[in-house]
């Protein structure tokens, strides 16, 4: 039995709905990678989720290029007025925010596949192309953190020599706290001496007895 025609209609089914989204979504920018590679295109496709998340592929991610290109091809075919300062002006506006919101849209893609998130879409030479600027980016964090190891270490270094002099500054003014009371300490033993030396010394006084009969 062949497969019956399935009706296009909205999931009610919250859980099914995003299964079949992100099953659908992967296969969109599977497709778009593929005719891409295929047929030498340049393809741009542009999906939000009903949460607004953004998903898009372009490629060799020149989105801003490709949004340029639409624009004058979706303007020429159409049967315009007489362009003046305020339809110009209108104009320009709508390129500047078109180009600002490719930008911003290309950044958040590429924030994501540096976080390893929506890799499906990419080719191998895109992987590639990542990988390096991983490589490179974990380079210089590593050279980063190196410098700072070593900057913590010299820094640990001049507070140890800072410490060891002021240590021994402290045994010096001790050891002379020590000496000077050590002397002082002889001195007054010295004097205490003197003393008693004298008074051994000194004649012992006449006492006259006398007797009573």
């Known amino acids: 039995m062949g497969r019956g025609r399935v009706e296009l209609r909205r999931i009610e089914n919250k859980i099914n709905r995003q299964v079949t989204f992100c099953k659908r979504r992967s296969g969109l920018l599977k497709k778009a990678h593929e005719i891409s590679v295929l ?3 340049e393809v741009a496709a542009i999906v939000f989720s009903a949460k607004g998340k953004l998903y898009q592929y372009s490629t060799d991610s020149r989105m801003e290029n490709i949004l340029e290109r639409f624009e004058r091809h979706y ?6 007025p007489e362009p003046n300062f305020q339809y110009s002006e209108q104009g320009t506006r709508s390129l500047e925010y078109l ?3 490719s930008k911003i849209e290309s950044l958040c893609k590429n924030e994501r596949n540096l976080m390893g998130e929506d890799l499906d879409s990419l080719s191998t030479k895109d992987l590639r192309v990542l990988e390096q600027q991983l490589e490179s980016g974990l380079t210089k964090i590593r050279a980063q953190k190196t410098n700072m190891l070593f900057d913590s270490i010299a820094d640990l ?3 140890e020599k800072m410490l060891l ?5 402290l045994e010096k003014k001790l050891k002379n706290e020590r000496n000077a009371a050590m002397a002082k300490q002889t001195e007054m ?3 205490g001496k003197t003393k008693q030396d004298i008074r051994k010394s000194e004649p012992l006084p006449n006492l006259n007895v006398r007797y009573m009969h």
């Open 39 to 41: 047929c030498d295109a």
């Open 75 to 80: 303007y020429a075919g159409k049967h315009l």
């Open 99 to 101: 180009k600002m919101k």
């Open 157 to 159: 270094q001049s507070k």
């Open 165 to 169: 002099q002021q240590n021994h500054s």
């Open 189 to 191: 033993n010295q004097r």
